[in-house]
């Protein structure tokens, strides 16, 4: 396990972003563990959010010329990523989009930074890839060209066909890859040493058993 994924899934413990229980997902499938990027709540959390994603980014070397946060929270993941790069010396533009058209003001559905060039997608999860293809065609349509994904957590579980994992079929469907901060994978691999993700390692290990993708 890479440093800034142990940092990211000690903030989503800390922050109880990642919970253990059992829930059941929009699929019907009851999981053993959660993910809520929404109680990433502070500028804090935020801060050390948008680091762990630019040194995912580092690590992955994407080319990329923006950032583009679908609604709702993706806006302030990319936020957080753009502000993490600018410390690093790389001022990105960022945009994002708005779900219902505005018709007053500056109007339309897309606000920030012109869209334009290599467009990075940043968002917290890819579950049916919904979110990714409306992003797509709002990219496209403005005049920009997705380059690729990141996102925070990879569940790494199959969609209800196939065997491929959602962001697996997004790379399929499209030919961008996909990166995430971390993974079931290697929260798997806190299970030893992390008394709460521990605790749960059977559940954790049954449910890839279960759903993992190829």
Do not use: W
Not at 31 to 41: E, K, Q, R, V, W
Not at 130 to 159: F, K, M, N
């Amino acid at each position: 396990m890479h440093p800034h994924q142990r940092r990211f899934l000690d903030l989503a413990l800390e922050r109880r972003v990642l919970r253990f229980g059992e829930f059941t997902l929009k699929s019907g499938r009851v999981s053993p563990y959660f993910f809520n990027a929404g109680l990433f709540d502070s500028g804090g959390a935020l801060a050390r959010l948008g680091e762990c994603y630019a040194d995912a980014l580092e690590r992955a070397g994407l080319e990329f010329d923006m950032l583009f946060g679908p609604a709702y929270k993706g806006i302030p993941l990319a936020t957080a990523l753009s502000v993490a790069l600018a410390a690093r010396g790389r001022d990105v533009p960022v945009a994002f989009n708005r779900k219902e058209a505005k018709a007053h003001g500056e109007g339309g559905t897309l606000i920030g930074a012109p869209v334009r060039g290599r467009v990075l997608i940043v968002d917290d999860v890819i579950t049916a890839g919904t979110a990714i293809r409306e992003a797509l065609e709002i990219i496209r349509s403005a005049g920009g060209e997705p380059c690729g994904v990141v996102i925070a957590l990879d569940r790494q579980e199959r969609g209800q066909t196939g065997t491929r994992s959602a962001a697996q079929e997004v790379t399929a469907e499209f030919g961008l890859p996909v990166h995430a901060v971390a993974g079931l994978n290697e929260l798997l691999l806190m299970a030893d040493d992390h008394a709460d993700v521990g605790a749960h390692k059977a559940a954790l290990l049954a449910y890839r058993a279960r759903y993992g993708s190829a």
